[in-house]
């Protein structure tokens, strides 16, 4: 039961590894996942999943929360969960969730937070909260943002699972794919990542925070600070030299 970290050239691979338990996070692996998305500068992208092919994350652990008598202690424990969906919002690159099956509660809220959500055919989607008597809170505010509020609704208040092409429909997912060809796609989005400018890469997924709680005129106008600082840099001028050389 862990968090494991591999590096794979220029990309982490962070790995939820607690497979007999579908992955379940406590709180010493929510405190270690926190940890994880702080990245070295010639890292390009982070891989967030879990280990086996039974579960991305399968919530949080319900022994835990079980033994919670207080609202002090109530109020410690979803901290260390919102503490994990916010380090992935804030690691410096982008982060990918390759999802491979279940993927429920805390591990729904968690996929969320990341940049970019790819997923095998046989992944499962829910959140269950309400069936063992507490709301989904957190990152869950995500939800409509991505599939609107009645699909949240449908997904909070009814506690329906859904599979991986429904999510797909209702704008979870970015991506579906069987699970043999999951690490392969993968792989793809990491090398368009790669062909973009890394400091690039860096801004615009800083940008996107901003334009999440900006009103449609501040986040205008946070744009065009962030594209004249990027002149700041000579990585524009360099890719663009490229660019152009290569078309002529």
């Known amino acids: ?8 050239g220029d990309i982490r691979q962070v790995v939820v590894a607690n497979p007999a338990k579908l992955n379940t996070l406590g709180s010493p692996l929510l405190e270690e996942l926190a940890k994880a998305f702080d990245v070295e500068d010639d890292i390009r992208a982070v891989v967030l999943t879990g280990e086996g092919d039974r579960a991305f994350i399968g919530g949080a652990d319900i022994r835990e929360m079980g ?3 207080t609202p002090a202690g109530g109020e410690a424990f979803i901290r260390r969960v919102h503490g994990a969906c916010a380090a992935i919002r804030a690691c410096r690159v982008p982060v990918i969730a390759r999802i491979q099956g279940w993927c429920l509660g805390a591990g729904l809220e968690i996929a969320a937070a990341c940049d970019l959500r790819i997923a095998a055919t046989v992944a499962k989607f829910g959140m269950p ?3 063992v008597g507490i709301p989904s809170v957190v990152e869950a505010a995500l939800l409509p943002g991505l599939i609107g509020w009645g699909r949240t609704r449908r997904l909070l208040l009814l506690a329906e699972t859904i ?8 704008g979870f997912l970015e991506r579906v794919v069987p699970l043999e060809a ?3 796609a993968v792989e793809e989005w990491v090398g368009l990542i790669r062909e973009a400018g890394p ?3 860096a801004n615009q997924k800083a940008l996107i925070r901003q334009w999440e709680d900006l009103p449609m005129s501040q986040a205008i106008a946070a744009g065009i600070t962030a594209f004249a600082k990027s002149f700041e840099t000579p990585e524009p001028n360099a890719m663009m ?7 002529r």
């Open 241 to 247: 030299g490229h660019f152009l050389s290569r078309k």
């Open 163 to 170: 599979g991986a092409e429904e999510a797909e429909r209702w």
């Open 129 to 131: 909260e309400v069936r």
């Open 67 to 69: 033994a919670v008598t």
């Open 182 to 184: 999951l690490d392969a």
């Open 199 to 201: 400091i690039a890469i």
């Open 1 to 8: 039961m862990r968090i494991a970290i591999e590096r794979r």
